[in-house]
């Protein structure tokens, strides 16, 4: 089963906007075949709307979708030939299981012969063999969504779109379904788009990251280099905790930033122009307990101490007063005074 | 607990009620099998022949073949009409809505003589009158609205998301209404229906203001007899009003096997 | 990536196609669905409606527009009608819904039999107007059941209940209740009954928990009760003429109308009657209305 690929979708500047909320405002985006992207950001900033304006389900207000060059966003979505699979699952109530996977095949008029060999494949695939007569409500939340997963993939579309798929699963469940959904766009190479704001999930899942905030994307890249590499800010303050310095830059180049913090000098690297009052932002991880002096180090004070098995997470202060989380090996108590050491390529400075 | 004098009170009033109905009921139904009966406690004879000369003399199975076609007709027309603009006033905002809002009310809250008349004239106008059509265009009038009524909750629990699923499995919209809706409708579609048989069966002035001789449903041909009644017995107009009642029993009897009782009245949720 | 160029934004602006801007405002193709309903309603209730609107102001005899109307109210029978009508149907729709209040709050909760009761206080909806007619002549009439027992019981002389005033109220309960009574047992169960257990245990006492916590969130729905009660009251015509006095003490405006149009053939001064109707109708439903506007109308917690 591989869906029919294609090699290009483009969105350029697609714009909705609802009465005077922007949804979206003007993304540009393009998706490769075989490629998954999922799009991330914090709740209302407009991942749903950026799907349902791929799916069909939601006029644009300006912009436009192209496929391989031609143009799809005037296309009803019934004519787009997309899958998707969304966050209630929307089965229908009064089908089966096969009936609600075969819905879409019998939809296109497929043969009785091929409309059964599909289904019980797509059946298989998602392991719901035992279930297939049953009727949703006699469903676990899991199996409902392998059912979800099976109506969207049995016609090979070639561009799976997800919203918030496993949202409503518990923690556990949403652990194997995660990886279950890798396996299937790994065995099949279904073009998918993923919406959700979780980013471990994404990280977990997509190939490339899309990450949105008030309708506007933030940055577009890899895991690695997201989660790496964060263009600014808020990026760099959503993908994961990182400790908020407050700095004053006395100088910079192209790739690097000289900052002062707490009295002491620290070297930083910045993605964009930064004034002079900026912020450093370095991850809990990323700080090393050393006992000699050196270049990239602070001084503070331990506070609090958790003990996380083989680490700890220490809550200290700078002599300014500003808070600090660092994540050691090292085996600190409350009241010691610490030197901390910070790779420059860790210390990201932006405005 | 002790029982307090409104709740004694409450039920004396009802039994008392009751009672009188019964009475009512019982008064019918004996005399319609009263041989005769005349200013005594019960009649002096009993013979279940009047129902025999009713049947004949009033033509019954010819009336009850109208009525029978009339309302099944204004029930599917009902239905098909009715449906999808409940569809349309649940699941959009438009301009206009309001108005049409409450031009779907009217009906339901008119007088059926305030419209009833000059919808009559109208009819008579276009040679309508008189006629199976007529009668059907007027008894739709306040059919289409409460179809429209019943639905509108039963379509608004249904989850817009189902609709879309549907789409982006290739569905057009008429494989939406044919293959998810119609079949997620189909209890309310049954309770509209049967709510709209029991009351054309029942509705008594848009028929009579636009019948005419063959196309009287068994309503009017009964208060027809009942106003010339003095040419035949009583009784033969009591039998045919048993007749009556007894269908309609039938057909709520049938109701209430599929809609709860209150839905009998209407699922008026807000109006204006 | 604030900074781009607005310039874009005023191209994709501008093709922003019509349809979509009027889908915006929920106006797409779901909305042919109307058409048959819209149609159907302005064929078949609006332009008769307007017809015989102006058709009221076109009296047989020409001459003034407003004639049918002046000669409607300056003879008295006729415009006693309206009088007549309201005298009757705004009582037994009071009577109705007040009687419906408490039968319905008995008839909450479960208990044995519950179904049954509920079937027979609904069985009255199958008589009919000709039953209930027969009926209430037979059994109230001059040698009927009841005044049979009323004369055992020690009155002088039988009890004058049909083919007067009484005679048409009884028949408009016995009709118009089930109707009240259903209507208002829906609304009271779409009332949360665990409000009220929370009144009580507050230390509100039964009487408390009915005047300050059920009645606030049933009268609204009250208010519908009524109305349609009334509408129902109100078109009274097949009752009036056959246990009443159609000529005098019931000589109600559906009547009128009737005669005039259909039996004098003066359409014209029936619609004008049927206008008067209907706009003495609105009257009261829209005080009525007005009134509710007036009352808590948010959810009442139940299942609705
Ligand atoms: N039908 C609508 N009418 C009006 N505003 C809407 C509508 N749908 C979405 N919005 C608004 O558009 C913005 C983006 O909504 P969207 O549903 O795309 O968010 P989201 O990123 O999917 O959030 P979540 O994670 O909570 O699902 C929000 O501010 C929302 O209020
Ligand atoms: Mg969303």
């Not at chain 1, 279930?131 to 409500?137: D, E, L, S, T």
């Not at chain 3, 009332?191 to 230390?203: C, F, H």
Request: glycine content about 8%; some cysteine; overall charge positive.
């Amino acid at each position: 089963m591989a869906g029919q690929r294609f090699a290009e979708l483009h969105l350029d500047h697609v714009r909705r906007v609802f009465g005077d909320t922007v949804a979206l405002k003007g993304m540009d985006l393009t998706i490769k075949g075989g490629e998954f992207v999922a799009l991330l950001g914090p709740s209302g900033c407009g991942k749903s709307t950026a799907l349902n304006c791929l799916a069909g389900l939601l006029p644009l207000t300006g912009g436009r979708i192209t496929l391989d060059g031609r143009r799809i966003d005037d296309l009803p979505p019934e004519k787009r030939g997309f899958g998707m699979v969304f966050q209630n699952y929307a089965l229908f109530p009064h089908m089966s299981v096969r009936r609600n996977v075969g819905f879409g095949l019998s939809m296109r008029k497929t043969p009785r012969a091929e409309l059964t060999r599909r289904v019980d494949e797509a059946v298989r695939l998602v392991q719901l063999e035992e279930h297939q007569h049953k009727f949703p409500a006699q469903l676990s939340g899991g199996q409902q969504q392998r059912v979800a997963i099976a109506r969207a993939i049995v016609l090979e579309p070639p561009l799976v779109l997800m919203d918030e798929p496993l949202s409503n699963l518990d923690a556990a469940l949403r652990l194997e379904m995660r990886t279950e959904i890798r396996r299937l766009h790994q065995s099949l190479g279904l073009t998918t788009v993923y919406v959700t704001h979780d980013q471990e999930e994404a990280l977990a899942l997509a190939d490339r990251l899309v990450v949105l905030r008030l309708g506007e994307v933030q940055q577009v890249g890899s895991p690695e280099e997201v989660y790496a590499h964060p263009v600014n800010r808020y990026v760099a303050g959503f993908m994961g905790y990182r400790n908020m310095i407050p700095v004053t830059v006395t100088a910079q180049d192209d790739e690097r930033a000289t900052v002062r913090a707490d009295g002491v000098e620290l070297v930083g690297v910045k993605s964009e122009e930064v004034a002079d009052s900026a912020v450093a932002a370095v991850r809990p991880e990323d700080f090393a307990v050393v006992t000699e002096a050196g270049e990239n180090t602070l001084d503070a004070t331990v506070e609090i101490v958790e003990y996380h098995g083989r680490e700890q997470a220490v809550e200290a202060r700078l002599r300014d007063g500003t808070q600090l989380h660092v994540r050691t090996n090292s085996r600190l108590a409350p009241g010691d005074a610490i030197r901390l050491r910070v790779p420059v390529e860790r210390v990201l400075v932006f405005s | 607990m002790k029982a307090r004098p409104i709740v004694w009170l409450t039920w004396g009033a009802l039994i008392f009620f009751m009672l009188n109905l019964v009475g009512i009921v019982g008064a019918v139904v004996t005399n319609s099998f009263a041989e005769s009966w005349f200013g005594t406690w019960l009649p002096n004879g009993y013979t279940g022949k009047w129902y025999g000369e009713a049947w004949r003399d009033y033509r019954l199975l010819d009336v009850l073949a109208v009525t029978f076609q009339v309302a099944i007709a204004v029930v599917v027309i009902s239905v098909l009409i009715g449906v999808p603009t409940a569809y349309a006033l649940a699941r959009r905002n438009f301009p206009g809505k309001k108005l049409l809002n409450v031009l779907f009310l009217l009906p339901i809250l008119m007088p059926p003589m305030t419209y009833g008349i000059p919808l009559a004239t109208v009819l008579y106008k276009f040679h309508l009158a008189g006629s199976m059509a007529g009668v059907i265009a007027a008894n739709l009038v306040p059919a289409v609205p409460f179809v429209v009524l019943t639905m509108t909750p039963f379509i608004e629990q249904i989850d817009t998301k189902i609709e879309s699923a549907a789409r982006m499995c290739g569905a057009n919209t008429v494989a939406i209404f044919t293959r998810v809706l119609a079949p997620l409708l189909v209890p309310g579609i049954l309770a509209a229906s049967i709510l709209v048989l029991v009351r054309t069966v029942g509705m008594f002035e848009l028929t009579f203001l636009t019948a005419g001789p063959t196309s009287q449903t068994l309503v009017v041909s009964l208060y027809e007899a009942m106003s010339s009644a003095g040419i035949r017995p009583q009784q033969m107009v009591d039998s045919m009003a048993v007749i009556y009642t007894g269908s309609m029993l039938l057909l709520l009897v049938i109701a209430l096997r599929f809609v709860n009782p209150t839905q009998l009245v209407t699922r008026l949720k807000d109006p204006a | 990536m604030t900074a781009l160029p607005s310039l874009r934004d005023q191209r994709s602006l501008e093709r922003a196609s019509l349809k979509h801007r009027l889908a915006e405002k929920g106006v797409d193709r779901v909305l042919w669905l109307l058409v048959p309903g819209a149609v159907f309603v302005v064929l078949l209730f609006v332009y008769p409606f307007l017809y015989g609107l102006q058709l009221s102001f076109q009296p047989k005899g020409g001459g003034n527009p407003f004639q049918n109307y002046i000669t409607f109210f300056s003879d008295e029978y006729s415009a006693e009608t309206v009088w007549i009508t309201l005298r009757l149907g705004l009582p037994a729709a009071l009577f109705n819904v007040l009687a419906s209040i408490p039968i319905a709050f008995r008839m909450r909760g479960r208990f044995r039999g519950k179904r049954a009761l509920t079937t027979l206080l609904v069985v009255p909806i199958t008589l009919g107007t000709v039953l209930t007619a027969e009926g209430l002549l037979a059994f109230f009439g001059p040698t009927g059941w009841f005044n049979r027992i009323w004369i055992a019981l020690g009155a002088d002389e039988p009890a004058k209940l049909t083919h007067n005033y009484w005679g048409v109220l009884f028949s408009l309960v016995i009709t118009g209740f089930p109707f009240a009574f259903l209507l208002t047992l829906s609304y009271l169960s779409g009332i949360d009954p665990t409000l009220e257990q929370a009144a009580a245990t507050l230390g509100a006492s039964k009487r408390q928990r009915f005047r300050t916590i059920t009645m606030p969130l049933l009268a609204p729905g009250l208010a519908v009760t009524f109305c349609l009660s009334f509408v129902l009251a109100f078109s009274v015509f097949p009752s009036a003429v056959m246990v009443g006095n159609p000529a005098g003490e019931t000589h109600v405006m559906s009547i009128a109308a009737y005669e005039t149009a259909l039996r004098d053939n003066d359409f014209a001064m029936g619609s004008a009657i049927a206008m008067l109707m209907a706009l003495v109708m609105l009257i009261v439903i829209g005080v009525v209305l007005i009134w509710r506007t007036t009352l808590y109308r948010g959810a009442t917690g139940g299942k609705g």
